[in-house]
């Protein structure tokens, strides 16, 4: 099946720093990438949704400044948590779909990225 | 709107009883249905999903799905539960409008008791 993967898998930052969070879609083109964040016991919020090339559609009461998306290839996309505070804390997951029958509307998620900020 | 509601955030069976995780959805077109497992700490791993093929869909692990549009249902099943299946359970639904975006259900915590 199509793979992603998440990078760091966890990551401990202080408050007021910057995160950097990838999501590569390992054996398959990711037209489509999506971040998610859950916190403990919780469903899965979605933040926005990116396309290739394109900006990101952020989900509504997501901060875009807060939370910057990047689509830059097929097979890369990042989540970057700016001045990140201990609010921001959370685990967050990143999920992959392609164009195509094959795929037929799913989505591959990655593993999670656990971030801790001090 | 789409929307999913799973019936019981908490599930508990004894080890070698029935497991049903309820999900239904509400769809204006047909919808595609996931049903997803996430263990502590991980992601989200693929059980099964419907894509308007059989109503009756065979996942990983021994388990099941039955598609009902009358009901607008797509329940869970597996005969008989392991310790192992212990975890949370997503079910989400996709329209086919080409977002590929998912509607997620609340969760469902499996407790399997020896």
């Known amino acids: 099946g199509a793979v992603v993967s998440q990078h760091p898998s966890w990551v401990i930052c202080k408050s007021g720093t910057s995160v950097k969070i990838e999501c590569r879609s390992l054996?398959?083109?990711?037209?489509?990438m999506f971040w998610y964040r859950q916190f403990p016991k919780q469903s899965l919020m979605l933040m926005a949704t990116?396309?290739?090339?394109?900006?990101?559609?952020?989900e509504q009461g997501v901060e875009k400044d807060k939370f910057l998306i990047n689509h830059a290839s097929l097979t890369l996309s990042t989540l970057t948590v700016t001045s990140a505070h201990p609010e921001d804390s959370s685990f967050y997951i990143c999920?992959?779909?392609?164009?195509?029958?094959?795929?037929?509307?799913?989505?591959?998620f990655g593993p999670g990225t656990r971030l801790t900020v001090l | 709107a789409q929307s999913v509601t799973q019936l019981g955030s908490h599930v508990s069976v004894s080890e070698g009883a029935l497991v049903l995780l309820r999900c239904n959805y509400s769809s204006s077109v047909p919808p595609y249905l996931f049903w997803y497992v996430q263990y502590p700490n991980q992601g989200l791993q693929l059980l099964l999903k419907y894509t308007s093929a059989a109503t009756l869909v065979k996942g990983i692990n021994g388990f099941e799905a039955e598609f009902k549009k009358s009901e607008t249902s797509f329940h869970l099943t597996k005969p008989s539960a392991h310790m192992s299946d212990a975890a949370e359970y997503f079910c989400a639904v996709s329209d086919n409008s080409g977002t590929y975006k998912y509607i997620f259900g609340t969760g469902t915590r499996l407790k399997v008791l020896a």
């Open positions: 999920s992959a779909s392609s164009t195509g029958t094959s795929f037929m509307n799913e989505q591959f």
């Open positions: 054996d398959f083109q990711a037209t489509t």
């Open positions: 990116s396309n290739e090339g394109s900006k990101a559609t952020y």
